[in-house]
C-alpha cells in the first residue's frame, strides 16, 4: 500500500515538474517578432504570420534531439543611422553626414542564415549602408550633393536594395540625409553655404532692385499713360471745339451765302418786274401817242371833208347837221367807250404790273388773270365801250368843229349816230348822188342843187 502511495507521490511530482517546466519553457512569440527556432537540422519560423503559428518550447540546447536554438528578429521596422559618418565628394574634399534608413526583414529564414542575431545584423546593415554612400558621394561634387539630395536618396535606396536582398531585409522608404556639415578642421560647407548666401542675397537684391525698377518703371509708364491720355482728351476736346466752330462758321457762310443768293434773286425779279413795268408803260404810251395821232389825223380829214361837205350840201344842211348831231351823238358814245377801254386797258395793265412787282405770288396771280379768258374778254369789252365813248366823244367834237348838223327823223338816236359815218363811206355817197339826183328833179331842190354846186366851185377858181 505504502509502495502505491510512493509511486502515485513520485508520478505526481514528475507530473508536476514537467509542467512547471513546460511552463516555464513555453514561449509565445509578440506580433511584432519572428523567433527562428532550429532544432537539429531543422528550422522553423514562428510568429503571428508564420504558418507554423506563435507558440513554441524554448527546450535549452544542451538538451538532445529536443534542445533547441532560437534567434529572434523584429518583424516592425526598424531604422539604422549613420552618425557623423566622414564621406569624401569627387574632390576629395571632406565632410560629414548623417544617414537614416529605415528597413524590415522581409525573410526571415534567410537572415537567420547570415546572422546569429538581430544586432549582428544591424552591425552589418550599418556597413552596407556605409559602403553604399561612400560609393554615390565619391562620384558626385559636394555643390551636387547639397543641392541634389533627394535624386541621391534615390540612388542611396537603389544600391543599398541590391545588396540587402542577400540578407532577407528590405527598405520600407528612400533613405535620408539627415544632415551634411564639414568635418574636423574644414570649412568647405561653410563657403558653399557663406557664397550660396551671398549668392541668395545678391540675387535677392537684384531680385528686389529689379521688381523696385519694374515697379517704378510700371509707375512711370502708368503716368505717362494717364498723361498721353489727359493730352488725347485735350486734344479730342480741342479738336471737337475747332470742329463745332468751324461747321458754325461754314453753317453761318452758308446763310449769308444763301441770303445773298435769295436777295439776288429779289433783286433780279424786282428788275424783271421793274422792266417790264418800263417796257408795258414805253407800250401803252406809244399806244396812247398812236391812238392820239390816229384820232388827229381822223379829225383832220374829217375836218376836210366837213368843209367840202358843207359846201356841198346846201339846202339839206339843217336837214344833215341834225340827223349828223344825233349820229354825233352816237360816234359820241362810241367814242367815249373806245376812250373808256383804252384808259381800262392802260389802268388794267399799270395795276397788274404794280401787283406782279412785290412780290412772287402777286405775279402769279397776275399770269392767273391773264390766263383767263372769260376775264380778259369782260376786261376787252369794259376797254372796248370806254374807246368807244372816248372815239365818239371825238367824232363829236369832230361835228362840231365841222359845224353839221345831224336830224334824226326815224328811229332812235343810237341809230341815227350809228348811220352818220356812212356819209363817208361808198354807200353814203351813192346815197349822196341818189339824193341829189332826187333834189334836181323838182325846182326847189334844182335850186338848192344848184347853189351848192356854186357854192362848192368856188373855192377852185
Known sequence: ??????????????????????????????????????????????????????????????????????????????????????????????????????????????????????????????????????????????????????????????????????????????????????????????????KEKSRIDRESREAVAMNSQMARTKEIEAERIVEVNKQDALQQVGMRTAEQEKQVGIAKQVAEQQVLVAQKDTTEREMDVKLVADTRAADIAKGVAEVQAAQEREVTIIRAEGQRQQEVIGAEAERQRLELVAQGTLAQQKLDAEGLLAQGQSRAEAERLLLLAPVSTQIELAREIGGNDGYQTYLVRVEQIKAGQAVGIAQAEALKAADIKVIVTGGDVPGGMSSITDVFSAKGGQALGAMLEGLAQTDAGKAVVERATKGAAKPKE
Do not use: C
Open 1 to 194: 500500500m505504502n509502495i502505491y502511495i510512493v509511486a502515485g507521490g513520485v508520478a505526481l511530482g514528475v507530473f508536476v515538474i514537467g509542467f512547471l517546466i513546460a511552463l516555464v519553457l513555453r514561449r509565445v512569440v509578440p506580433t511584432n517578432e519572428v523567433h527562428i527556432v532550429q532544432r537539429g537540422r531543422s528550422r522553423v519560423s514562428y510568429g503571428a504570420s508564420q504558418s507554423a503559428g506563435n507558440v513554441y518550447y524554448e527546450w535549452p540546447a544542451f538538451l538532445p534531439r529536443i534542445g533547441v536554438l532560437v534567434t529572434k528578429f523584429p518583424v516592425s521596422i526598424f531604422d539604422v543611422n549613420l552618425k557623423d559618418y566622414e564621406a569624401y565628394d569627387t574632390g576629395r574634399l571632406p565632410f560629414r553626414v548623417d544617414v537614416q534608413a529605415f528597413m524590415r526583414i522581409a525573410k526571415s529564414d534567410t537572415a537567420a542564415e547570415k546572422v546569429a542575431n538581430f544586432d549582428e545584423l544591424q552591425h552589418q546593415l550599418s556597413g552596407i549602408l556605409q559602403g553604399a554612400v561612400r560609393n554615390v558621394l565619391a562620384t558626385h561634387k559636394l555643390e551636387d550633393i547639397l543641392e541634389a539630395r533627394s535624386t541621391l536618396a534615390e540612388a542611396f535606396t537603389a544600391q543599398v536594395d541590391n545588396q540587402l536582398q542577400a540578407w532577407g531585409v528590405e527598405t520600407v522608404k528612400n533613405i535620408e540625409f539627415m544632415d551634411i556639415r564639414d568635418s574636423a578642421n574644414s570649412q568647405v560647407i561653410a563657403n558653399i553655404m557663406a
